[in-house]
């Protein structure tokens, strides 16, 4: 965050700011946010921005994150193949498996969840959360 | 029916149960997208869906590991708090990134549009033609705004920076548009007189 011109009360909260747009804060929690929103262009950008990305996601105008995954196409089209290529069926067969393996270990949230399981049954929850630190370090080490 | 859900499903999350976990990824990632493709729009940045998949995991390991969830007040409704997370998980990640660190702290001014400009600078007053004038007459349009009482600011700001018309504006902060309307009027006129050359 940029940092506070003199006046300027410390950043607020998340839940606060979220509060604010929700229109859940009353009196002087909710006059403290606008005054510090209308002085802070950070905070300002972030509240405008939420307000607008929930009015979208509310009308179903989100981005679709779901993609098409290569692995995927890959999987159907090799599973077409086995059968018109009955020679080759079991390799076309065992490449299908093998590509669909690799479609369903390739989104993101089953790898995460998958990690956090597998974390958790084997070291409790402090294992989990090291695991979630280096996932969140992840992403970071390759700046 | 879906937002009736939410208090539970924040309540299973915190007792780390996996399925309730995989409904809320499931549930707002979207969000999360959206969140953080608005947000970096503001600064000019069009992210990669590799930058944001790694923000949005970001988020996600964020919320489990530091036990956000319990911090949240409203659990009746909590999109505006996954977009607002979004949005701030979204510019650390770019102001960590030498290269972009310069889009993500554009001064005030330079986001305004012409038209706009043309709206709050004094007639008569030559438009600068060249770098140096013009960084001082941003400078100068930055402080001028800044200076404003913060109701002024705040609707001055929306309508400049962030293109927002008056209805929206009014919308947005739940007065009259006919409040918004004088507001505005009065902001203008100040900083007309404030970038008036000496």
Redesign the interface.
Known sequence: M?EL?QGIRAHP???E???Y????LTGESKKRV??H???C??C???????????K???KGK????K?VNIYLILAIISFVLSFVFQHYFAQFLTATVLLGIKWITDA??TK??VM??EA?KNGG?KE??RI??S??K???SR? | MEEKNDPYLIESCLK?D?TA??IL??KY???I???I???L??YGISAS?HDI??????I???I??NG?LI????RA?????I??????AA?E?FR??EARQSQV?VP?SHRIGQKELDEILPSGIPRPNDELARAEMEERVDAAI?ALP??E??MI??YLI?D?KYHEIAE???VPKGTVSSYIKRAKEKLKEALKDD
Request: with cysteine.
């Open positions: 940029t011109k909260k998340e839940a700011l979220a509060g747009l929700s229109n859940t606008e005054d929103i209308a002085c262009n950070d300002l950008d972030n509240v405008i921005s939420a307000h607008e990305s929930v979208e996601f509310k989100g981005i679709a994150m993609k993101k949230s995460m969840l956090i399981y958790w929850e989990a959360s979630l630190n996932l969140d992840g992403p970071k700046l | 780390k996996l976990w995989s990824i499931k990632s979207s969000l997208y959206t969140s493709d608005n947000r729009k503001k869906s998949e790694d923000i949005r995991q970001d996600f390991s964020d489990w590991k956000k911090t949240i007040t409203n409704d909590i999109s505006y708090w977009a607002i997370l979004s949005g701030n510019v990640h960590s990134k702290n005030l800044e913060e109701r600011k705040l700001k929306l962030h927002k947005f902060l739940g």
